[in-house]
């Protein structure tokens, strides 16, 4: 079985807790940058690649701007995704939207900072058109139906709600190069946390016959393809990071055999990738409150569910480490908790450690998409902290964690005094 390595000692986790108390996650901003690096590496054969990192999977400004040094943009679904890119700085086509169910104020937004506006429907064209006007670029999301395969966490492509079908998107651009549209995009995510490169190779080839399909049924070059997300990340020990290389490398063969022989090269690959970006690179850093033996053995920690949902929400697995037990034998079966009254706050079932007590440091691994973004507030639980653990060992809060007065923000305790 691989090891889950950690970026940092019990002793030093022990003194970052001294002025950060847990529950926290903690971003390793080394690992995190030499990741965007090699991304970019393996596609350098092709001008103009982009990845367009998906805020949603931790919406931080830090991390963004760790991130846009490297080359990278930004992928945005909502207004306030949009709000957060503008606040940082970021305009044109640095931001990406890739929205649905859109409402006209998100689609001006993204107008006035000029991202590129990925369309989720042909009906939006329409939209698009009457609210705020067509801008120069438009991108369309493609979902390819029964033509590919999905898989658990984003389901059937013929089911999920995404996406223009086939015939819709040729019609799509039929439309919108009559409406005067003069660059062109096309999108498609069928996955999501998938760990087979041959999966990115086969939606490379999907897009590209489609690029042709396109051109000799409308005239329409499409200028970039963006590939979306659902890079998996290795969650298990023992699982394998998606190859980049080997993707690209895939995708490249695809490209000269199917765009370059239809003399619609070049084409500008773009990504917008959020959990292989970050994921590896946080950890949930928590506490041992109480250990419980009723018909089974808990240990619960000072972290929720509204830390980390994925347990709950897909039975996700996370890698648990006890601080200082590494090498103890996992010989006791536990049920790692949260103090949510909902039964399901579990970051572990029946999961064999080695034995916890009360105040031991546990850390939860892959934080670092999809974390503590999905947090919510249920049951009063307050949202935590984010640290970036910088290169040289600085240790940066790139978040405080939540009070009890932000809870209360939006309640009218004057108001109800004379209510
Ligand atoms: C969530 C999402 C992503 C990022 O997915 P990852 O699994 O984090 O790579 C990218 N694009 C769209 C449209 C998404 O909804």
Redesign the pocket.
Known sequence: MAEKNLPFSKEQLESIIENHPTPFHIYDEKAMIENARNFNKAFSWNEGFKEYY?I??APNPYLMKILRAEGFGI?C?SVAELELAKRIGMSGNEIML?SNDTPAYEFQLAKDLGAIINLDDISHIHFVDKHVGLPDTICMRYNPGSLKEGNVIIGHPEEAK?GFTREQIIEGYKILKEKGVKHFGIHT?VA??ELEPAYFVETAELLFNLIVEVYEKTGVKIEFANM????GIPYKPGEKPVNMESVSAGVKKHYDNILMKAGLAPLKIFF?????IT?PYGYLVTKVRHIKKTYKTYAGLDACMTDLMRPALYGAYHHITVMGKENDEANVKYDVTGSLCENNDKFAIDRMLPEIDPDDIVVIHDTG??GHSMGFNYNGKLKSAELLLRENGDVVEIRRAETLDDYFATLDFEGVKDF
Not at 228 to 231: A, F, Q, R, V
Not at 272 to 276: I, Q
């Open positions: 998906a949603k999977a992928d679904s890739t995404y995510m999501s946390n979306g997300g659902g890079i917008e990738s959020g959990r292989a994921g998409a999809h």
